[in-house]
């Protein structure tokens, strides 16, 4: 059999090298995190209080080197099923073991395992066991010899070949099934059809009524490679809902196949040079490719492309979920929250400064009941006696006629010197009917808890949000489309590290915000919520060491993200680890004060030479760190909190006007663009072409969910409920429906199409990005991926 050459196979790199090349790190760094992580330390802890061991490796660099920690340990198990395997058949040479161990991805190995792995019998297998191998083999290495003649000595009907056409067929058998199987040739299939591959989506007949909201994908076409994740998971969604059809074509051209079938040709030195074997070899070619390699290639480059759009898919979650976490929060003000309704009134919430529920109540003030002024007076009397300053509202169902009920009790009672904020309820029907829920309030109706999650998520966001699975919040693209345990995986480490970032107060948080503190889990937090409502607030970080369960490792990881503000022990109220507390000493000594008089002495702390206070345990960038908390202890890394402001009269779709220059919120970042509440109940989007007066690859390089923005309003669909908005303010909004020409003569909307142009093409002047629909106008184009992804 013809063996294609193959080149030395270079050594792989182990475990370390190879994530010290991603990570630009080197191979001391990703060993000692490798063995801190091993050891059971958190990703949290090893980035705040463990620099000098790894190099001052970040919490990203450490999520990184996590995931591929554990894919390259899973592929090294792989490695040796396979070796072990391969051996146990007698057929593990040296030139296979040297490539089964360099192979550096489950693809490549699962390639090379191929020929070897157990499978049921094939028609190759028949065709070897019926003595067709040498006529196969004499075929592929000689084509001077005339098929049929040499196939004539192969018949046998005792071994099931009755005559010279099942000879020559079992002969191709084998040498299908032995092109399909050299892994070399189809890694070099795979990266070809990955490059110029095209995927092909089409209705599937009769389902063009049923499957409308796939009508973009209906006769459709795009380069694989080039396909970005939102539209990849829309396209598998139709698939999947049998709306649609997916098939890889090779290329273009009236034969897209034929580059595959000459790869294949010259990798086993097949050629048309008219001789009696070359179209029988020929035939098997393009019959290897078609029923064996295109069906496993397409089915390997479609799973490529769903991984990698989940992948993207996730991370936009990701990123979406620790803007929200992080938003600023308005602190520790009595804060009313209001869960607005129609027919069923408005719930109403106080909770205290702590979170604490002081009173519920349910007023009517809209149709049908109509009791406006009854309801202003009911909000004003809670909001008087209990002190209220923040007024909470939800984002739902007549959230801007409770919004302008809010705006006329202010205005009736200035006194009261109350700020209002239309907030998102994404989740808090969620919260409302979980177990934790029942838990915390028991003593309140479903409908009233979701009122008092309202309020709370205003006075602290990440305290609030982290009692909601992060599903449940609703900041990403196609999320119910991607695999599950990824998502749960890749959400629950973004809320880790925002709530280790921000830290969290001992003696007031919940058991889900402790629970996801470095080192802790739920059996742990509720123990210390147990032995804190049993014996009173923790007096110091120390005390937490007799809770059940929370062991010195325990203690290690979580103790310098608990946060005791008015404990015994003034540095219980700052990040910087007990374990630390000795370089604070030194310290002290050398500033020549007491700890409480050098907290925030900005002055005669950047007076001190960090390095001069450094020892074997501790280095430089902990005694920065420390230096750095001792001006601001327990600093918020989360912004000021500010408000939008939204325009008076515009409450609905049919309120807003193209032209119309607004503030809003952004709620959700895509790669197409950005989601915005101007406050009409729907949120609008500016198309990722329309957010800068650049070439932007990226909208989060932009903006991020939780930001104040001006937009204006380039078009409104109300019957779809679609909103194109624009953060480039000199846009010229489409004049009419027509698409009536501005004052230069042209359209509107030509002139956007233009700028749209030139943004693919990486100009100044953006152009409609692919992600979105094609659309006669921008804001069409905009509206119609802002429905795509409300559909998620």
Not at 635 to 643: A, I, L, M, Y
Not at 664 to 679: E, I
Request: with cysteine; hydrophobic share 40%; glycine share 8%.
């Amino acid at each position: 059999m013809v063996n294609p050459s193959r080149e030395a196979i270079p050594p792989m790199p182990t475990i370390t090298e190879t994530i010290s090349r991603e990570l630009a790190a080197r191979p001391a760094q990703v060993e000692a995190a490798v063995r801190l992580l091993d050891e059971g330390a958190t990703v949290p802890f090893i980035a705040r209080y463990r620099k000098e061991v790894t190099g001052g490796l970040d919490d990203a660099q450490l999520r990184h080197l996590e995931e591929r920690l554990g894919y390259l340990r899973e592929l090294e198990e792989r490695r040796a099923t396979v070796l072990k395997s391969v051996a146990e058949q007698g057929k593990l040479t040296d030139e296979l073991r040297a490539e089964i161990e360099g192979a550096d991805s489950k693809q490549r190995l699962e390639d090379l395992y191929l020929p070897y792995k157990p499978k049921r019998r094939t028609k190759a297998q028949i065709a070897r066991e019926a003595g067709l191998g040498p006529l196969a083999m004499a075929l592929l290495d000689d084509p001077t010899q005339t098929p049929e003649p040499l196939a004539a000595g192969f018949v046998d009907a005792a071994k099931g070949v009755a005559d010279v056409a099942a000879a020559l067929e079992g002969a191709r058998q084998i040498l299908m099934e032995y092109f399909a199987e050299d892994a070399a040739l189809a890694g070099r299939l795979r990266e070809h059809l990955w490059e110029q591959g095209r995927l092909v989506a089409a209705v599937v007949p009769g389902k063009e009524q049923e499957g409308a909201k796939f009508a973009d994908y209906f006769d459709y076409r795009e380069p694989i490679a080039r396909i970005p994740s939102h539209r990849a998971l829309a396209l598998f969604r139709g698939r999947n809902q049998g709306v649609l059809t997916l098939e890889l074509i090779a290329g273009d051209g009236e034969d897209p196949d034929a580059v595959c079938r000459h790869l294949i040709a010259q990798h086993f030195g097949i050629a048309q040079q008219g001789r009696p074997g070359d179209a029988w070899l020929a035939e098997t070619v393009r019959k290897a490719w078609r029923i064996k390699l295109l069906t496993r290639l397409e089915l390997d480059l479609k799973g490529r492309l769903l991984e990698a759009a989940e992948e993207e898919a996730i991370r936009v979650f990701g990123r979406n979920l620790k803007a929200l976490l992080l938003a600023a929060p308005a602190g520790r003000l009595a804060t009313m929250g209001l869960d607005p309704g129609l027919r069923t009134g408005v719930k109403v919430a106080v909770v205290d400064a702590t979170g604490r529920v002081a009173v519920t109540a349910t007023i009517y003030p809209h149709a049908p009941k109509k009791q406006w002024d009854a309801a202003i007076a009911e909000l004003a009397g809670l909001a008087r006696t209990h002190d209220v300053k923040l007024v909470s509202i939800g984002n739902g169902t007549a959230s801007r006629e409770t919004d302008r009920l809010v705006r006329e009790l202010t205005r009736r009672h200035p006194e009261l010197g109350l700020r209002s904020l239309v907030v998102s309820e994404a989740g808090a029907s969620v919260y409302s009917a979980s177990a934790l829920a029942s838990h915390e309030l028991p003593e309140l109706d479903v409908s009233l808890r979701g009122a008092v999650s309202i309020a709370r998520r205003l006075q602290d966001p990440l305290a609030e949000l982290v009692k909601i699975e992060p599903k449940a919040i609703g900041v990403g693209q196609y999320q119910h489309d991607v695999t599950q345990t990824r998502l749960a995986r890749t959400l629950d480490a973004v809320v880790e590290d925002c709530v280790n970032a921000v830290g969290v107060d001992l003696n007031t948080a919940s058991v889900p915000l402790l629970a996801r503190v470095s080192g802790l889990n739920k059996t742990i937090a509720e123990n210390l919520v147990k032995q804190r409502e049993a014996q009173g607030a923790f007096a110091n970080r120390a005390a937490i060491k007799a809770v059940p369960r929370l062991g010195e490792k325990t203690f290690q990881l979580c103790a310098g993200f608990l946060r005791i503000p008015d404990g015994d022990e003034p540095l219980d109220a700052s990040a910087v680890h007990p374990e630390a507390y000795p370089v604070v000493r030194r310290i002290l000594v050398e500033a020549g004060k007491g700890i409480r008089e050098l907290i925030g002495d900005t002055e005669t702390l950047r007076r001190l030479n960090p390095a001069e206070l450094t020892d074997d345990q501790f280095g430089l960038p902990t005694v920065q760190d420390i230096l750095a908390e001792l001006e601001k202890p327990g600093r918020d890394p989360r912004p000021e909190f500010k408000t939008a402001q939204f325009l008076e009269g515009v409450e609905t779709l049919a309120d807003l006007k193209p032209g119309m220059v607004l503030e809003g919120t952004v709620t959700n970042v895509t790669n197409f663009g950005a989601f915005v509440d101007v406050g009409v109940h729907q949120d609008g989007l500016v198309h990722i072409s329309a957010l800068a007066d650049r070439f932007v690859k990226d909208p989060h390089e932009i903006v991020k969910s939780g930001d104040l923005v001006r937009v204006k309003v380039l078009e409104v669909d109300e019957p779809r409920r679609r909103i194109a908005l624009t953060m480039r303010l000199t846009d010229r909004a489409e004049s009419a429906k027509s698409g009536r020409p501005d004052e230069r003569g042209r359209s509107g909307v030509a002139d956007r199409s233009e700028r749209r142009r030139d943004h693919a093409k990486g100009k100044s002047s953006p152009k409609r990005d692919p992600s979105a629909p094609s659309s006669t106008t921008a804001g069409g184009a905009m509206a119609a991926a802002f429905a795509k992804a409300r559909k998620t």
